[in-house]
């Protein structure tokens, strides 16, 4: 499964390209659909480009997103709870609570204060759970021994730096790695079957997204295809091809992850 990741925290700033309103968040998710992307990851942005987790912001978001990705039947459109959209985690659990249309798949940062409500609270109405464990953060301990994590639906494997060799791809088998043998989580009863060959690419028995970010983006993504696990690639986690030219749109980073994914192995 390839993840197209629309916008992130990215901005105008940062690119021209860079989808913002919901009518442009769908006409790239239906260019990155229609490119080969499996599912569509979005940050829901205010009009003056803060992401947001207000019902008022989410609900036009979904409404636009949903009809673009029909194409790809049942396909998710994943969103984010990242702190930086409500600092406050009290904040975050009412903004849940007042959702008036649910998303398919919300991805929690572990690491961040709040995170266990964030996710009861998610889990309350129904809505999946993406666990976020990042590299450099203790949310891969946090994960381990926290009471909701048998109730997420995924492992979101995030690896922010290239480790001290200046390696990503050497990074994100290290902390793969890491996050097979922790103790303390249950394997829950619909996890899917282990992988026969390589490294993990499940974490507690629940299936792993990996990704990169920057530099790493594009070395990240190839291990995960070499080891099955789910990846992505978008303009949340890149700006570049993998020649180093800067990418024209999400549909155009697709087309050259597909494509690396059949020449780069």
């Known amino acids: 499964m390839l993840q197209v990741c629309l ?23 239906a260019r990155a659909v229609a490119a080969g992307a499996g599912e569509v990851r979005v940050h829901p942005r205010t009009p003056c480009g803060r992401t ?13 997103l949903r009809p673009a990705v029909s194409a790809v039947a049942g396909a998710p459109v994943p ?13 975050r659990v009412e903004r849940i609570r007042s959702w008036t249309v649910l998303p398919d798949l919300v991805s929690v940062d572990w690491h961040e204060p709040g995170a266990e409500a964030v996710v009861a609270a998610l889990l309350e109405r129904g809505v999946g759970v993406e666990a976020a464990l990042w590299s450099g953060t203790d949310g891969p301990e946090r994960f381990a021994g926290s009471p909701p994590a048998p109730g997420v639906r995924r492992v979101l494997v995030r690896v922010t730096a290239a480790g001290p060799d200046g390696d990503p791809e050497a990074a994100a088998r290290a902390l793969i790695a890491t996050l097979a043998v922790q103790p303390g989580l249950p394997v829950p009863a619909h996890a899917p079957p282990a992988p026969a060959h390589g490294l ?44 180093g030219t800067p990418a024209r749109s999400n549909a155009e980073l697709v087309t050259a992850a597909l494509a690396y994914g059949r020449t780069g192995f």
Do not use: K
């Open 200 to 243: 993990p690419v499940q974490v507690h028995g629940l299936p792993v997204l990996l990704h990169g970010e920057e530099d790493g983006a594009w070395p990240v993504l190839r291990l995960a295809r070499r080891l099955g696990a789910g990846a992505r690639i978008g303009l949340e986690d890149t700006l570049l091809l993998p020649d």
């Open 52 to 64: 947001s987790l207000s019902p008022r912001v989410l609900t036009p978001v979904l409404a636009e």
């Open 79 to 91: 969103v984010t709870t990242v702190a930086s959209a409500e600092p406050e985690p009290g904040r």
């Open 7 to 29: 916008n992130g925290a990215r901005g105008p700033g940062d690119s021209a390209v860079v989808p913002m309103s919901p009518e442009s968040l769908a006409e790239s998710a």
